[in-house]
């Protein structure tokens, strides 16, 4: 393998002594070699030359990509010249860096990066160029960024399309089907719900709201209290730093809803924007563009990520292990987009996301404890027909955030909590709605957020209960009348609210 940087360096003046730049370039490009690539292979000045105020050098290397060498060459430089000849470096980069590398497997087609470049490939060996790096992207490592991007596009190019890993877990008893139809039209029908002003949103009138929150209840008293978790209230923005932490920002950016802020709240700058609403009654869009940021945040996709915003930086005292907390404050918005459909598909849903951050050990027996109760929940209160697998997305898999090892062992990944929904056609081969999940993810986001214990190592996990998804699983099975619904539930449910009378 054989990498090969050419670097362009400015001087902030012309040399006092320009004969003594030779020796002082080699000896500290030697010195910058030994130090970053060192033993690990062999590296190299292999060419130089100035001119004015202009150093041009060439740096090889079979071992570590020679960017490192660049900068500590350049670092050492510039002390040196600015004793000897009060000079210093004022920029550098490179016009072309050059470096070798082995795919996973040869490409299926072309792929694309975002930087000028040219890539060529020999089945798997693959030559990648980029041309005009500046000296922030030799100091941010955009090479190993671009390599790293290169070889899980091609990676994705192998995975894409196939289904998510699945298997199944358990099952639980199969039930009578006493309803079949869609419990939303049923609800629509019945005036409980009322499909929202805006995209993917609904309106949940006084009885599907009763119900709603009656789920809520029943996870939190069945499921979070007993197992000791407590609440946090968290903001419902998360900012861009956040997701680009935990990935997702560049995992999702087409599943945002994105929040905009108005560049000004003085009502004298906005006097066009309101007088054009009260001439025309409608909402100038292009004026109002004029009157906003570009987005400055993300709307809640999902709560864990802020919990661990809370937590970076900080070090978890051993008696407050394991943490165990939820939020039920963010409401998740999604754009679903094609995917909508009824309460169970929405663009804004509500979840209680339930984290846990711990000892490996103490979080695998806290998902035993969990999956416990939950079990309790959908068997005896909710007594749905439901089954578990265990799923682990391929992205995550390829990555290896989550090893075949680990999945195999079922240690580190997500399980998946479906319900056979009768209106979707036959249990064997209809889609069942995941209506939660449940994961343990190891120490991706405790490094990722520099969240520490005293000692040992900490992981982390979460569980999405999606209360939307609870409801519609149960509606779609035992249907909207309550003397159809199991026992246990209408305890908990109570007396229901009048249903609206409209004319
Ligand atoms: P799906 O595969 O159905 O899109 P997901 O994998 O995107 O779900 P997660 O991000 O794992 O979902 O969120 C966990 C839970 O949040 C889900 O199990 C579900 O209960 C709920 N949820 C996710 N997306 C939606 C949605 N669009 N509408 C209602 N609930 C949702
Ligand atoms: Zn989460
Ligand atoms: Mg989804």
Redo the contacts with the bound molecule.
Sequence with gaps: MEHRLEADLTLSGPLKDPSALGPLVTKTAEEAVQRTIGAKGEGRLTEWSAEGDHLKVVFESTGARPHQALLAFVRRLGEELGKSQKVGVRTFRSPKYRTHFTLSAAPEKPVAIPLPHRLTHRGTEATLELDDLEEPGLRDNWMDRAVALVKEKVERQHYEGKEQFWSLLTSSPRRETAFAKDPTEEMLRRLWVRPGPTK?KWFLGPTAAHLFRTMERIAREEVLDPLGFHEVVQPHHDSFDILLRTGHMEGLPGEFYYVAEPKTRDPVAWERFTDLVKITGEVPKDELAKMVTGPTAVSCY?QCPTIYWWLSGRTIATESLPLLVYDKSAV?N?Y?SG?RHG?????E?H?IEPVYVGAPDDLVALRERLLERYGRVFNDILELEWRTAWVTPFYMQQSGQVGLEDSKAHVKG?I??EAYLPYRGPRETSEWL????LSIVGDKYTKAFSIKTQKGELWSGCS???L??WLTAFLAQKGLDPDAWPAAFRDYAGTLPHDVKFL
């Design positions: 993917g999902a998740s999604r679903e995917g309460l169970e598909r929405v663009d849903f979840r997500t998946d909590f995941e209506f939660q999940n999405g209960i999606g939307e998804r």
